[in-house]
T-cell receptor, first 115, second 111 residues
Framework: GENVEQHPSTLSVQEGDSAVIKCTYSDSASNYFPWYKQELGKGPQLIIDIRSNMDKRQGQRVTVLLNKTVKHLSLQIAATQPGDSAVYFCAEKRELTGGGNKLTFGTGTQLKVEL | ETGVTQTPRHLVMGMTNKKSLKCEQHLGHNAMYWYKQSAKKPLELMFVYNFKEQTENNSVPSRFSPECPNSSHLFLHLHTLQPEDSALYLC??????????FGPGTRLTVT
């Protein structure tokens, strides 16, 4: 199928705690997986990505894990801050028969960081 | 700022109107995309242009008509829309093979 499953749909954490978002993708040929953050009234912003030749990638307070065997992705945000409150999307890249590629997105996770 | 701009940011139109959305990038990217984002639904890919050629039309109704005159500009022409077409329309452009960068979107309301 074409779907990327993402959960939870909403997540509420206390400031300073970690937040974990998980995705399951379907195309075993996919080789690129970006994560986007979308704040209210703005377009999605790329925050971190991982390619299929890696199983872990770390950024500033964010870590993404990739398990190709079971087609699982996860995003961990450490030491959460109120500014992390947003909707987060995972995605997988798929090739197009006509050339180029497209991203198929998960359904999004609304993260709320509470003081 | 991602370097992808969209105008207008907000648009209200009647069902009999004709309007156009504009997207512009000067990042040197060769691929551009239109997405529709509705409440409670995943981002829906509408069209893909690769080196000014349309390479994907995701079963989009003909009342949406894209145009890509060059690699830096992308338009979405709208006519006889329906209220259910109200949504956030996002444009994105892509680097050589991987990263897609989104514009801020146009919030469209069809009355």
């Amino acid at each position: 199928g074409e779907n990327v499953e993402q959960h939870p749909s909403t997540l509420s954490v206390q400031e300073g705690d970690s937040a974990v978002i998980k995705c399951t993708y379907s195309d075993s040929a996919s080789n690129y997986f970006p994560w986007y953050k979308q704040e209210l009234g703005k377009g999605p912003q790329l925050i971190i990505d991982i390619r299929s030749n890696m199983d872990k990638r770390q950024g500033q307070r964010v870590t993404v894990l990739l398990n190709k065997t079971v087609k699982h992705l996860s995003l961990q945000i450490a030491a959460t801050q109120p500014g992390d409150s947003a909707v987060y999307f995972c995605a997988e890249k798929r090739e197009l028969t006509g050339g180029g590629n497209k991203l198929t997105f998960g359904t999004g996770t609304q993260l709320k960081v509470e003081l | 700022e991602t370097g992808v701009t969209q105008t207008p940011r907000h648009l209200v139109m009647g069902m009999t109107n004709k309007k156009s959305l504009k997207c512009e990038q000067h990042l040197g990217h060769n691929a551009m995309y239109w997405y529709k984002q509705s409440a409670k639904k995943p981002l829906e890919l509408m069209f893909v242009y690769n080196f000014k050629e349309q390479t994907e039309n995701n079963s989009v109704p003909s009342r949406f008509s894209p145009e890509c005159p060059n690699s830096s500009h992308l338009f979405l022409h709208l006519h006889t829309l329906q209220p259910e077409d109200s949504a956030l329309y996002l444009c994105a452009s892509r680097t050589a093979d991987y990263e897609q960068y989104f514009g801020p979107g146009t919030r469209l309301t069809v009355t």
